[in-house]
């Protein structure tokens, strides 16, 4: 056991949480972000801005090359982002044709690198219902294949599993943590719409909590 482990960190509020999460318990973590095309890629300059601060190894690592592949999505294509809530049907328009087994491959690829023992990535339960790649059975079959996939075995873990993201923002505010160095929204302006699924579900959850979030919403919400 070399207690490293490999955080894929998009800047958003779930893997915020789960980077300190993972400092908490004592791992060393290498911070590992996406350019996949995404409208959203203002998280990646949150991610950038909280590894500065913490001194966290972190890459950005562009595969917008990929883009191909990975098409027909809201976030990627010129789709409009839908909006409500995500068990909406509408919002399968925001699932990345196989996002999560492609970062999740390249991710392991790094641990071995950084003879880390896993990969961590913020799937949680509230993401089941439309996003195929953050159910409990591909974790638990990517676990499988990537700790044969090498000499070196590197599991796959989420620990947010079985939590919604209400659960996970309580987990933060125990640790402490400032959400206005997180980014959510899936459109890429200046102010979070506060109407994408994305956004949604984070207002639900700081108003599950009792908590007012601490960044601007179009329209001051």
């Not at 004592?26 to 949150?46: I, T």
């Not at 899936?186 to 108003?207: I, K, M, P, Q, T």
Request: aromatic letters at 8%; a negative charge; one cysteine or more.
């Amino acid at each position: 056991m070399t207690d490293t482990v490999v955080v894929i960190y998009s800047g958003g509020m779930d893997s915020y949480t789960l980077l300190h999460l993972a400092r908490e318990r004592g791992y060393k973590v290498h911070a590992l972000s996406f350019n996949y095309g995404q409208r959203h890629v203002k998280e990646l300059d949150c991610a950038r801005s909280v590894c500065t601060a913490l001194g966290i190894p972190h890459k950005v690592i562009d595969i917008r090359a990929m883009s191909e592949v990975m098409a027909g999505s809201s976030l990627t294509s010129d789709l409009e982002v839908p909006e409500g809530h995500y068990e909406e049907d509408s919002m399968k328009a925001t699932v990345v044709p196989n996002r999560n087994m492609i970062l999740l491959s390249l991710a392991t690829g790094y641990a071995v690198t950084m003879a880390a023992d896993a990969v961590w990535y913020g799937a949680h339960g509230g993401d089941h219902a439309i996003y195929p790649d953050c159910r409990p059975e591909f974790v638990a079959k990517m676990d499988a294949v990537c700790r044969v996939a090498n000499y070196e075995p590197v599991g796959i873990e989420a620990p947010f599993m079985a939590m919604d993201k209400g659960r996970i923002l309580a987990e933060g505010l125990r640790l402490g943590l400032d959400y206005a160095r997180t980014w959510t929204c899936y459109n890429g302006r200046d102010r979070a719409c506060g109407r994408c699924g994305s956004c949604v579900e984070r207002l639900e959850a700081f108003a599950a909590n009792g908590v007012t979030d601490p960044l601007e919403y179009e329209g001051n919400r």
